[in-house]
Nanobody
Framework: HVQLVESGGGSVQAGGSLRLSCVASGYTNSDSCMGWFRQPPGKEREGVVAMDSDGSTSYADSVKGRFTVSHDGAKNTLFLQMNSLKPEDTAIYYC???????????????????????WGQGTQVTVS
């Protein structure tokens, strides 16, 4: 059983920064990919960035150049550094793991919600 726990959300003004963390515990598939997703108020969940086991990444166009994903294997932790935040970045941010479609092989599908097996409980990010 895999457990994903996100943290680091909060309220910031436009132009500010936040760093989200996602700690994975239990059995994790080291050959698969992980990702960050978000669900804005009243909208469907959408992909933000996916990271493959080889370091390959896929970013949503809306966050390219502003958000950076990284991974600390020793701590089994996925990070999301968010800079130059905009009000439209307001959402609940979720971490996901064990993706079926990963950036190194199927980048077009790596940001699909349906491709991930395990999900965290989410952390709220509010940009005003």
């Amino acid at each position: 059983h895999v457990q994903l726990v996100e943290s680091g959300g909060g309220s910031v003004q436009a132009g500010g920064s936040l760093r989200l963390s996602c700690v994975a515990s239990g059995y994790t598939n080291s050959d698969s990919c992980m990702g960050w997703f978000r669900q804005p108020p009243g909208k469907e969940r959408e992909g933000v960035v996916a990271m493959d086991s080889d370091g390959s990444t896929s970013y949503a166009d809306s966050v390219k150049g502003r958000f950076t994903v990284s991974h600390d294997g020793a701590k089994n932790t996925l990070f999301l550094q968010m800079n130059s935040l905009k009000p439209e970045d307001t959402a609940i941010y979720y971490c996901a793991s064990d993706g079926r479609f990963c950036p190194a092989t199927i980048p077009a599908g790596s940001l699909s919600v349906k491709g991930y097996k395990n999900w965290g409980q989410g952390t709220q990010v509010t940009v005003s």
